[in-house]
């Protein structure tokens, strides 16, 4: 059976500057019937491993170190047995929610997953955050890009180690190099393409 891929909305708490923001994250599964791999770990482990059905986890990847993303990554990882991997250059953004734990495996450019028969690679992208990191599955005509790119353009750039010069360079240089047609799913909000956050950012 081929890799699909399979999208689980969990709402949540977003902490910035003190003050808390209700929101709701995308995290995504990659895989088949007998094993998956996750893409973000936001606020309650619980759904993301009712998705996951008892499927053997191969990895647990971390777009970028916001407490959105990361909060139930050592529970999933409890539940599951899976690593998770995370950019280093991120830690002092994990260390805010997780002092005391570690993540397993650094993530870096050029890293690749293999899940279900599909290939995903890494594509550093700071600017968000220093550590951010896409997937990009070219099999599946697909990139997550986690806080880099929505659906209307550039993550946001007003939280501590954000850049906004860094993220724009991060998207013209990394994603805009990838097909037009590859279909970009988000860390928030809807599914998008390449094309379409091309000409939104031309405009």
Not at 194 to 200: G, L
Request: aromatic share 6%; hydrophobic share 40%; net charge negative.
């Amino acid at each position: 059976m081929a890799a699909r891929i399979e999208q689980v909305v969990v709402p949540g708490v977003f902490s910035l500057d003190g003050q808390d923001f209700d929101v709701e994250n995308n995290v995504w599964l990659l895989g088949d019937d007998d094993e998956v791999l996750v893409v973000d770990a936001p606020h309650d482990a619980a759904p993301i491993v009712a998705a996951i059905g008892g499927r053997r986890v191969t990895a647990i990847v971390l777009t970028h170190g916001h407490n959105d993303h990361v909060t139930a990554a050592p529970a999933l990882r409890e539940a599951t047995g899976a690593p998770i991997w995370f950019h280093p250059a991120d830690r002092m953004l994990w260390d805010m929610t997780h002092p005391g734990t570690a993540p397993d495996r650094d993530l870096a450019a050029g890293v690749e997953f293999r899940v279900a028969g599909t290939t995903l690679v890494a594509l550093h992208t700071p600017g968000h955050s220093p550590g951010s990191t896409c997937l990009h599955a070219p099999d599946l005509t697909t990139v997550f890009t986690g806080d880099t790119l929505f659906c209307g353009g550039p993550g946001a750039t007003g939280r501590s180690f954000s850049d906004h010069p860094t993220i724009l360079n991060s998207i013209r240089s990394q994603l805009f190099s990838l097909h037009g047609d590859t279909v970009v799913k988000t860390g928030h909000g809807d599914d998008t393409t390449i094309a379409a956050e091309f000409r939104s950012l031309q405009g």
